[in-house]
């Protein structure tokens, strides 16, 4: 049957770069690779709390890492930076702390910063907040998986594809739906396609999103 591959591992070196730049030797390897994820786990947790009060979506498209020996340099893709930065004028300095804390890191300076993307709908973690907040609030899968489309458009893709499964309407049979707008030629290599899985806990149950967006290439 068909093998499914994640779209972004399968073309790295092609079209896809890596999220994290750094190099350790094996004995070290799986303390980095923790470190790693304890960073994004801090930063998307305070990105959490401090943006609850806004529509409940974060707006982190990716957080990229690049480790040397001296600095851990940390840049945020957002698609609302506003958020984050209004309000309290010493946000980055206090989620510095907070990651600082957590990962009790001495002799290396940690630096955070905030990049903005231009079209944030073109991206498919925000676009996955989006639906599992029209989900949260008992929106029909159906109107919810358009309205997406109807954002990729406006971003101006070339092709989405938007999967959700799971106990879709709180039935008692989970299945899975899906529905393509544009292309998304998955099996070629060249073709820039930008993926994203997202798990929403609905009350009665886990459902899936799965998103690929086709962004340009062949």
């Not at 739906?177 to 009350?203: F, H, M, N």
């Amino acid at each position: 049957m068909g093998q499914k591959i994640n779209p972004l591992g399968f073309r790295l070196g092609t079209t896809q770069s890596h999220h994290s730049l750094w190099f350790a030797q094996p004995k070290n390897y799986s303390e980095s690779l923790q470190e790693d994820q304890k960073i994004r786990d801090c930063i998307k947790n305070y990105v959490q709390k401090t943006m609850k009060i806004y529509s409940g979506v974060e707006g982190i498209a990716r957080i990229k890492l690049q480790k040397r020996i001296d600095l851990i340099q940390v840049i945020i893709y957002m698609g609302f930076p506003k958020l984050l930065i209004e309000g309290k004028p010493r946000k980055i300095e206090e989620l510095q702390m907070n990651v600082q804390k957590k990962l009790n890191c001495v002799n290396r300076k940690l630096n955070i910063t905030i990049s903005r993307i231009a079209n944030p709908y073109g991206h498919p973690t925000i676009l996955a907040e989006f639906i599992a907040g029209q989900l949260k609030n008992r929106v029909s899968f159906r109107k919810a998986m358009k309205k997406a489309i109807e954002l990729t458009d406006q971003a101006g893709t070339k092709g989405v594809q938007v999967q959700i499964a799971g106990r879709i309407d709180g039935k008692e049979i989970a299945r899975v739906e899906w529905i393509r707008e544009g292309r998304v030629p998955l099996q070629t290599i060249r073709a820039k396609i930008d993926y994203c899985s997202y798990t929403v806990r609905t009350i009665y149950g886990v459902l899936g999103i799965k998103i690929w967006i086709f962004v340009n290439g062949e």
